[in-house]
């Protein structure tokens, strides 16, 4: 009996732990001359690191974005980029996500 208690408890903890999901963002990627990667920092300055970038969890957001760059932006060639990175979330009601624990 004990047996099943504590088997029972460890898989209903683990059932509770996190996951390990890709999660997307997006950001706006411009070609740039003397980089090549480049990406927009703000709707007026650039970066060559994706570290700078400014980054969107919604698309609609980073559309948005994409639509209010100056002109100085606007001449290289902007885009939308997906990326993604990996990220611990836990299982909330309804939702269940699979993936490696964390």
């Known amino acids: 009996m004990r047996h099943v208690l504590f088997l029972s408890a460890l898989l209903a903890s683990a059932a509770q ?7 997307p963002y997006y950001v706006v990627a411009l070609t740039c001359s003397n980089n090549q990667a480049c990406y927009a920092a703000s709707n007026g300055s650039y970066t060559g690191s994706l570290n700078g970038a400014r980054r969107f969890d919604d698309q609609t957001q980073a559309t948005r974005f994409l639509d209010s760059l100056t002109s100085s ?3 290289k060639s902007p885009r939308l980029e997906e990326h993604s990175e990996p990220q611990c979330v836990e299982p909330s009601g309804s939702r269940s996500y699979q993936g490696r624990p964390c």
């Open 17 to 23: 732990a996190g996951v390990l999901i890709n999660s």
């Open 73 to 75: 932006l606007r001449g």
